[in-house]
């Protein structure tokens, strides 16, 4: 059982570079989330996706774009990438209701 | 938007002790909250969830709720050098949907 799997788990982008994050869950959760995690700032959230069909803005998305492409999957796109988006990017998915969230391995993007 | 706040530490304890890790809300909607570890280079997981007021116990970790203090803590008994990572609290607001992090809180278990 794979739970939640992200794409890729490192890379690395010159500033004005466009890339795509994957995230894929075979849960069949409804709800799906983008965090960002830096040093001393904790998880703040990007997007997330309650269900399939809709989108909504977290604490911090500028500069990002997502796409609930079904219910799997959930991908988040920088368009002109920033040395402030250096980050660990971690999807997650949970259930229908005030279930948990389950997270993906992360991926670690520097932009230089 | 919606805080979530925790005190960064590092909390150090001995080897044996019992761990408090405390955490403050301020939705006062808020209807489910959760504890995750996370280790070094690694994604969270999930420790602890607990919905209503009072104790929930889980082996060696035990929830606390007090919702009208807005207030959530987890105890770790027998504390272990393995438990040593970063406890996050999260919080799903009275929207049921976005789930709010605190920055976390770093133990140290000393043998």
């Known amino acids: 059982n794979a739970g939640v799997t992200q794409t890729p788990k490192f890379q690395v982008l010159k500033t004005g570079q466009s890339m795509t994050l994957q995230c894929a869950q075979d849960?069949?959760?409804?709800?799906m989330y983008w965090y960002r995690q830096d040093p001393g700032m904790g998880l703040r959230l990007i997007y997330y996706?309650?269900?399939?069909?809709?989108?909504d803005k977290g604490e911090v998305p500028n500069g990002y774009n997502v796409s609930r492409l079904n219910k799997r999957e959930f991908s988040l796109r920088l368009e002109s990438a920033a040395p402030s988006q250096t980050s660990v990017y971690f999807c997650a998915s949970s259930a229908v209701g005030n279930t948990e969230a389950f997270f993906g391995q992360g991926t670690r993007l520097t932009v230089v | 938007q919606k805080e979530v706040e925790q005190n960064s530490g590092p909390l150090s304890v001995p080897e044996g002790a019992i761990a408090s890790l405390n955490c403050t809300y301020s939705?006062?909607?808020?209807?489910?909250f959760f504890w995750y570890r996370q280790y070094s280079g690694k994604s969270p997981e999930l420790i602890m969830s607990?919905?209503?007021?009072g104790d929930k116990e889980d082996g060696r970790f035990t929830a606390q709720l007090n919702k009208a203090s807005q207030y959530v803590s987890l105890l770790i008994r027998d504390s272990q050098p393995s438990d040593s990572a970063t406890y996050l609290c999260?919080?799903?607001?009275?929207?049921?949907?976005?789930?709010?992090f605190g920055k976390g809180t770093s133990l140290l278990v000393t043998p």
């Open positions: 999260a919080v799903r607001g009275n929207s049921g949907y976005a789930l709010n």
């Open positions: 849960m069949n959760h409804n709800s």
């Open positions: 996706s309650a269900s399939e069909g809709t989108t």
């Open positions: 939705d006062r909607g808020s209807q489910s």
């Open positions: 607990i919905y209503s007021n």
